[in-house]
T-cell receptor, first 114, second 113 residues
């Protein structure tokens, strides 16, 4: 009954470092997505995937890479961390044809870039 | 650009009282509108999803309304409890691009005993 699992919960990076945020879901959802949440702003879509091998860019994709080799996993890679990437990151998944249905979110990763 | 505006930004209510949160959107053509509850330090959790043809939907003490003509939605919380303290987020999707949702900044509700 895990749902959407994100790791790590907290991370501190130095400018220029790279890292991968992990996201896994056990609900056999085709749609998975990554969002960032900044104070005073709505969640913004970074990248999304509608199935294994298929990814697309969202609203704020620069500086991030994704891949979807399995239905279950959708990792987010920060190529060269910048202070502007300090944020809370959420992974979400849903079933549904032709667009995301009810979204199930992970508990988030709080990232600080120094 | 599609936008979702929520008001108020925050509010404080006494336990047992009711409150109403507002959401105005400019997303077009409209597909559906969702309300999520986000507890501090947690991910959002779905409360309701409404399509164009629905003008009200309830989930326990939460009732959402939708007026697609005026592009307005509200979330009414009845008989508030301390556990209702959270951020409430309005999310709208456009019919032509259903993969990308437009999120409001949220209304922070604090319920005090």
């Amino acid at each position: 009954n895990a749902g959407v699992t994100q790791t790590p919960k907290f991370q501190v990076l130095k400018t220029g470092q790279s890292m991968t945020l992990q996201c896994a879901q056990d609900m056999n959802h085709e749609y998975m997505s990554w969002y960032r949440q900044d104070p005073g702003m709505g969640l913004r879509l970074i990248h999304y995937s509608v199935g294994a091998g298929i990814t697309d860019q969202g609203e704020v994709p620069n500086g991030y890479n994704v891949s979807r080799s399995t239905t279950e996993d959708f990792p987010l890679r920060l190529l060269s961390a910048a202070p502007s990437q300090t944020s809370v990151y959420f992974c979400a998944s849903s079933s549904g044809q032709g667009g995301p249905g009810k979204l199930f979110f992970g508990s988030g990763t709080q990232l600080s870039v120094l | 650009k599609n936008q979702v505006e929520q008001s108020p930004q925050s509010l404080i209510i006494l336990e047992g009282k009711n409150c109403t949160l507002q959401c105005n959107y400019t997303v077009s053509p409209f597909s559906n509108l969702r309300w999520y509850k986000q507890d501090t330090g947690r991910g959002p959790v779905s409360l309701t999803i409404m399509t164009f043809s629905e003008n009200t939907k309830s989930n326990g003490r939460y009732t959402a309304t939708l007026d697609a003509d005026t592009k307005q939605s509200s979330l009414h919380i009845t008989a508030s409890q301390l556990s209702d303290s959270a951020s409430y987020i309005c999310v709208v999707s456009a019919y032509s691009n259903d993969y990308k949702l437009s999120f409001g900044a949220g209304t922070t509700v604090t319920v005090r005993a």
